[in-house]
């Protein structure tokens, strides 16, 4: 079966944040022509059906002109299946009411939207360059055209900062009626100016008392913790797209930089603009065998509300997984780590902050 | 046929560790052109690569060497390698016994160090002629008259003839080959006696079993003979020998004076015994040479398997190592802990290190080792002694009566400005002042008597940091004595690790309880749950600290590209999982069963 899923990437990006480590480059017009140009290109080379979800990420797809994103939506359009989720990453400096009445004329109906955080003076350390009025100004233009699916990408653990500070972020957030959080700790990255400028992140402890918060608070505000880091008003606001990867699902991925999985094989696209200008895109590729394949099943399901499914996990690998793990799940069990019932095992919401150690409990059979 | 022993010069190289001993050696077959230099290999003699690393000689080694000497006389020298550590000093104390002289070389920079000393008084007793050496006279800080100074005033030699050389360099190299020649007797056995040959080293082959190095003292020795090992009573007969150039030469015999190696399909290593002599069967010696000591172990530790699966190849591996290491003992053990090993006795620090390291890198094996133990001699209300060498056997504390300990005689060779630092530290480790004497105006000895449990833990380092570096220091065992000793258990999340456990002294017991137990909770990784430490004594909790629970191990982010790396990340996670340990529900790293050697004493 052919994926469902179209991950598309825009590297380009008017300002660098000093926390980021993704794949990006300066925002420069003629090199934003020819980018779109060649990713339209790639996008053809494969033999795409209709998908139920198309992500536009980055860099900032937003910093793309009126006319270089209306030649980038005309292309995808002919894609979306029926019943689909088509979103977009957005900074708030670079957009305007023309650009989003695009996003509603071309089928986007899910906008996740880069706020980081409502304290201005934070805003400025992270090397952002947007206000909270532009914020205020995307949120009215969204719900002016009747988009009304919007998230807000919010981080926290900079040195300095405290529990206090998530919660105002928390607090404006839900005034502006958001129907989907996504809350990031800080990560010091390597090759950031973080990492150079040696910008630390709050300790674990502290980190884990903001998250023990954010759950404990969200949940009081009527929200569903379904992944590590996100949560949403409703299972019709999850995002689905990205349920495609924790749920160890195939999807295309287009772009300088960007990863897809088709047909079994996993696939990394070059991050050189140069080779990328070359027609050159796939510079990786690995076929994940039975036993690559549990590690990913496991490790990505682990990451959601709807955890292991006995049923799905016995037929694609062939055994029983409460009789493999018999052990590990015990273990587990008895440090109320995980959750289990007749069908799904899934870790609690507190715990997924020690995700890892609990993924390793099992993987390391494999 | 034999050589003339009038052109025959057996001898050895001393010095201390970096002095520049297996360079020399090279330097003196490059000249010889014993070995092209094409095939020289920097240090020849150094065979296995851990000795070349740790620029250390553990195996012995003998070569031939011809020398056209500035008489016109072609001289036969054999250079016989000595282990340069005090852990190996009687082998060291063998090798020298095969030869007539020694070559005592001394960095220019450096000077006399304590262990050069303890081999120079090994040279002395084994009544050889010792010619100095003066090395690295190329450094700027080389100070050469000062160093002859030093040797005339502290061992006593006259150094007159000591050729002032750069090994590196290959400066002067010649003058101490005629040195040689001129200053070193030869070999003066009588050829027509009854075979009295030294063995000095031996090594297993695969093939053609037990290679044996000897010194022919009396007689000699041929291909067919039937021979006697006359302390270990066993016969054989010589299949192969000949010497080594360094490469391996067959000869039909090994006349009077010669060094060389024999074969006689021995198949026990334990049945060839450094000092042992080897005489004829058929006409045997009416007695052995004398000198012949057996090796007893003198440190313990306990060696598992990572993974209990892989008891079988460790048993393999040792017994392979055992082949060539008549020292090393072992027998197989069990812990709750650790499942199926083995206790292992060796020499000496160094030479436990030397094991444990072949282990992980020529057998590719993740082992445990728990931290090494004295002999303890444990006397019973009942008047049973028990010979103990593994703390968790010890008995309950109400059944003992004393407990003695092996003691040590340990010189510190130091300059006078860190004896009052060093005393503290030797008061520290309940030392029992001896003597403090000048060697000269600015350095001194330092002798004091201590418990060989306190040398082995964590002495040499503190020794180093005590004197930046500049201390160096012997010991020798001198007897039991009785102590106030104790069993020290550690308990993780509330179970006794019977791999843990030590014995330690009452009077320091708090103070190393509270030491290891903070060591293990930097060691031990945060687990799902908190896990206690505690020392306890006779099931007295004496210190505690917490493993709090892990808070935060989450790669928060992931999305499409970040799988690979997510991956990686818990491959390496999964990776330092397989080489932990679970005792109990805790996983503990194997740094910490040697914890102990490693705290930081203040």
């Known amino acids: 079966m052919k994926p469902k899923s179209l991950y598309l990437h825009i590297p380009f990006c008017v300002h660098l944040c000093h926390y980021c480590d993704f794949t990006k480059v300066f925002y420069n017009e003629k090199w934003a022509k020819k980018y779109l140009e060649v990713l339209i290109y790639e996008l053809q080379s494969y033999k795409i059906d209709k998908c139920k979800t198309i992500f536009i990420g980055g860099g900032t797809p937003s910093s793309l002109t009126y006319d270089q994103l209306e030649y980038l939506l005309s292309h995808l359009n002919k894609y979306l299946d029926k019943d689909y989720e088509f979103s977009i990453e957005v900074n708030p400096e670079t957009l305007d009411f023309d650009k989003i009445s695009l996003f509603k004329k071309y089928g986007i109906n899910r906008v996740s939207i880069g706020v980081q955080t409502f304290n201005e003076t934070v805003l400025k350390k992270l090397g952002r360059y947007h206000t909270n009025k532009d914020v205020k100004n995307v949120v009215n233009w969204l719900n002016k055209v009747g988009i009304t699916n919007y998230s807000f990408d919010l981080i926290y653990g900079l040195e300095g900062t405290s529990k ?112 990328y200008f070359n027609y050159n895109f796939v510079v990786h590729k690995e076929t994940i065998d039975l036993k690559n394949k549990e590690f990913e099943y496991i490790m990505l399901n682990l990451r959601t509300i709807y955890g292991i499914n006995f049923e799905q996990y016995n037929l694609l690998f062939n055994k029983n997984f409460k009789d493999y793990y018999k052990e590990e799940i015990n273990q587990l069990k008895k440090l109320n780590l995980i959750e289990i019932n007749e069908n799904s095992l899934k870790v609690t919401s507190h715990n997924l902050y020690i995700l890892d150690s609990i993924i390793t409990e099992f993987i390391k059979k494999l | 046929m034999s050589i003339n022993q009038k052109f025959i010069r057996n001898f050895s190289i001393i010095a201390h560790i970096d002095h520049g001993k297996s360079t020399l050696a090279d330097r003196i077959l490059e000249l010889t052109e014993t070995v092209e230099k094409r095939e020289m290999k920097e240090q020849f003699l150094d065979t296995m690569d851990l000795e070349r690393e740790r620029g250390i000689t553990i195996k012995l080694n003998a070569i031939q060497v011809r020398y056209r000497a500035e008489d016109g006389n072609d001289y036969t020298f054999h250079l016989i390698d000595t282990p340069g550590h005090v ?237 060539n290491d008549a020292a090393l003992v072992f027998e197989p053990e069990t812990s709750q802990a650790l499942g199926f090993g083995f206790r292992c006795g060796f020499l000496g620090l160094l030479h436990m290190d030397v094991v444990q390291e072949r282990l992980e890198r020529e057998y590719n094996l993740d082992i445990i080792t728990t931290a090494p133990s004295v002999i303890y001699h444990v006397y019973l209300h009942d008047g049973t002694k028990l010979i103990l060498e593994n703390p968790s056997k010890f008995p309950s504390p109400q059944e003992i009566d004393r407990i003695e300990e092996p003691f040590v005689t340990v010189e510190i060779m130091t300059p006078s400005d860190y004896v009052g630092p060093l005393m503290e530290l030797c008061q520290n480790k309940r030392g029992i002042y001896k003597e403090l004497n000048y060697i000269d105006e600015t350095r001194m000895i330092l002798i004091y008597e201590m418990p060989l449990s306190e040398i082995i833990y964590d002495f040499f380092d503190r020794l180093k940091s005590s004197s930046k570096g500049y201390a160096s220091f012997d010991y020798e065992l001198s007897g039991y004595k009785e102590s106030k000793l104790v069993k020290m258990d550690i308990l993780l999340n509330g179970e006794v690790v019977d791999a843990l456990a030590s014995i330690v002294h009452r009077d320091q017991a708090y103070h190393r309880g509270h030491k290891m137990t903070v060591k293990l909770k930097t060691v031990i990784p945060r687990q799902q749950f908190e896990v206690p430490i505690q020392a306890a004594i006779s099931g007295k909790v004496i210190a505690r600290t917490n493993v709090k629970a892990v808070r935060k191990d989450v790669l928060s982010k992931c999305y499409g590209g970040d799988i690979s790396r997510k991956k990686k990340l818990l491959e390496k996670q999964k990776e330092g999982k397989r080489r932990m340990k679970a005792i109990g529900s805790v996983e503990v790293p194997q740094e910490a069963f040697m914890a102990l050697l490693s705290t930081d004493d203040e």
């Open chain 1, 164 to 275: 206090d500070d998530v919660k105002h972020d928390l607090d404006m957030a839900l005034s502006y009626n958001v129907k989907h959080l996504s809350l990031y700790s800080l990560i010091i990255e390597p090759n950031t100016k973080f990492f150079i400028s040696k910008v630390e992140a709050l300790n674990d402890d502290e980190l884990r008392t903001i998250y023990d918060f954010i759950i404990n608070y969200l949940y009081d505000h009527g929200f569903i913790h379904y992944e590590v880091s996100n949560f949403a008003i409703d299972e019709e606001h999850f995002s689905k797209h990205n349920l495609t990867y924790w749920q160890n699902k195939e999807y295309y991925g287009i772009g300088l930089g960007a990863s897809g999985y088709i047909n079994g094989i996993r696939y990394q696209n070059t991050k050189s603009l140069n080779e």
């Open chain 2, 87 to 323: 852990d190996f000093s009687y082998e060291v104390s063998r090798s020298l016994a095969a030869c007539e002289g020694a070559l005592l070389v001394v960095d220019a920079s450096q000077g006399i160090e304590a262990q050069t000393l303890a081999n120079v008084y090994l040279a002395l007793d084994n009544n050889l002629e010792i010619v100095p050496v003066i090395n690295k006279i190329d450094l700027p800080s080389a100070m050469p008259n000062k160093i002859k100074e030093d040797i005339e005033n502290i061992i006593g030699l006259p150094t007159d003839h000591a050729p002032l050389i750069s090994a590196k360099r290959g400066l002067n190299i010649k003058e101490v080959l005629e040195a040689v020649v001129k200053y070193i007797p030869a070999p003066t056995g009588d050829e027509n006696a009854p075979l009295k040959a030294l063995i000095f080293d031996s090594y297993y082959d695969a093939y053609r079993g037990v290679i044996v190095f000897i010194r022919v003292i009396e007689g000699k020795l041929s291909v067919g003979d039937k021979i006697r090992m006359m302390n270990t009573k066993t016969e054989y007969e010589v299949l192969e020998c000949g010497v080594r150039t360094p490469r391996e030469v067959k000869k039909d015999e090994l006349g009077c004076g010669e060094v060389g190696w024999l074969t006689a399909s021995i198949k026990n290593i334990k049945d060839v015994q450094v000092g042992d002599t080897i005489t004829n069967a058929q006409r045997p010696a009416s007695e052995p040479l004398k000198g012949y000591r057996k090796m007893n172990p003198m440190v313990y530790c306990g060696i598992y398997p990572v993974d209990n699966d892989k008891y079988g190849e460790l048993r393999d591996a040792i017994e392979k190592l055992q082949l």
